[in-house]
């Protein structure tokens, strides 16, 4: 009678140690030697998680099969916490299981982020839902450790603050019987504020020398090789406004060092036909954002050297000025790169956030804050990819598979209510 209520979760098992059986080599991609080499560029969580199993194994192996059991827990770990708020049947958690395990199949062996991001996405929405149905300081606890590793994992979970933040104050107003539960909250959402950017700056520090040449002169303090400042939104911002723009918007600097180098930048992007008047399909603004960046960086730290100043400062004095210049048109590209990708997973979750919020300002019940959650989830994810880089898959999966699922559950627990009826 075990085997049958736990059968999904022994299929997960099953599929991991399918998965590891058949390969544990990692994949090396061109990504992965950051991570190997302890780069600035990226929060520090993954190269220390990689460092420790180095020396407590001696192989890349173990970090393969740490994360892939890794995202074993975290689907198993949803799938019950999901069971047990709308008593879903058996079938029903196996499907749930069998959809959350897809995405891995690809990237399992990757000695990149998405794998641990993808578990511990699953780890800190359960936990927040657990908060919502049963609040208490151990669920809180454990959401707050999650959001720090989500936001120790990857650059991309900036978008936590806000979303935790509204998250909290959802929280609040069910709870608001409890007289202590403001200060529990604000004392969390700032524990999670602290410990993320104490953990990025120490480690920024002790690593000072540690800089990227294509990113940060040498003469730079180190703080401008803070994770926010290389890979920033000064970073992403520049391509976008240099993408949009022309070399006519050139004549709109008095500088005349930049106006060379920003004629020239622009008179090899149209040699290239990476501006976005040259714009023909979905694959474009990918191909000259790496145009871009790569011809840029050399001759923007050579500039930034002449204008003693730093990279960062330099490409925000550009991207502010081009930006304004031709706000329409950056704001056509933003709703371009939504609408070039899966523009669906953002109509869905911003429909779902609106119903959402209208019941819960009629009803204030923990089912309508579920749905605000996973709403702002997705929406969060989706436009700090739109806003503040190119749109690629992979960094999506940690929203919308997760959201995918809990539609599917909720579609089954409502036809499972009316057949009862």
């Known amino acids: ?57 001696g192989t890349l192996k173990s970090v393969i099969v740490f994360q892939t059991l890794s995202i074993g827990f975290g689907i198993i770990y949803f799938t019950r916490t999901m069971s047990n708020i709308f008593d879903s049947d058996n079938i029903t958690k196996i499907l749930v299981s069998f959809f959350l395990f897809i995405p891995i199949l690809q990237f399992y062996d990757n000695l990149l982020t998405e794998a641990l991001g993808y578990a511990f996405s699953l780890l800190f929405v359960s936990l927040s839902i657990k908060l919502i149905y049963n609040f208490n300081i151990k669920n809180l606890i454990w959401s707050v450790i999650f959001a720090i590793t989500l936001l120790l994992t990857r650059n991309q979970f900036i978008f936590l603050y806000p979303v935790i933040l509204l998250f909290f104050l959802g929280i609040f ?127 923007l730290l050579e500039l930034a050297i002449q204008k003693n100043t730093s990279l960062s400062n330099l490409k925000r004095e550009i991207y502010l000025t081009l930006i304004y210049a031709n706000f329409t048109k950056y704001i056509k590209q933003i709703f371009k790169k939504f609408y070039d990708s899966t523009w669906i997973f953002v109509m869905i979750p911003f429909f779902m956030l609106i119903a959402g919020f209208i019941a819960f300002l009629k009803n204030k019940s923990r089912f309508s804050l579920l749905i605000i959650f996973l709403s702002i989830f997705t929406l969060g994810n989706h436009s700090v990819v739109y806003i503040f880089g190119r749109v690629q898959p992979r960094y999506l999966i940690y929203t919308d598979f997760i959201l995918l699922v809990f539609i599917f559950i909720l579609i089954n627990f409502f036809l499972q209510k009316k057949n009862k009826i």
Not at 201 to 224: A, H, R
Not at 246 to 272: A, C, G, H, P, S
């Open 1 to 57: 009678m075990k085997i049958k209520i736990n059968i999904a979760d022994v299929m997960i098992l099953f599929g991991v140690l399918t998965l590891l059986f058949y390969s544990s080599d990692p994949v090396i991609r061109t990504d992965s030697f950051r991570y190997l080499s302890g780069s600035l560029l990226d929060p520090p969580m993954y190269t220390k998680i990689i460092s420790i199993f180095q020396k407590l194994f």
């Open 173 to 299: 107003i069910l709870n608001i019987s409890n007289k202590g539960i403001a200060k529990l909250l604000l004392s969390s959402f700032f524990i999670i504020l602290i410990a993320h950017n104490s953990l990025i700056f120490l480690n920024t520090y002790n690593n000072q020398n540690s800089f990227n040449d294509k990113y940060v002169n040498k003469g730079d303090k180190w703080t401008e090789s803070l994770t926010y400042v290389t890979l920033g939104p000064s970073y992403f911002l520049y391509i976008d406004s240099i993408y949009i723009s022309n070399e006519k918007d050139v004549r709109l600097f008095k500088n005349q060092n930049i106006q060379k180098t920003l004629t020239k930048i622009f008179d090899e992007m149209n040699t290239r036909q990476s501006l976005i008047e040259y714009y023909d399909g979905r694959g474009h603004f990918g191909k000259s954002f790496a145009d871009i960046r790569d011809f840029s960086n050399p001759l």
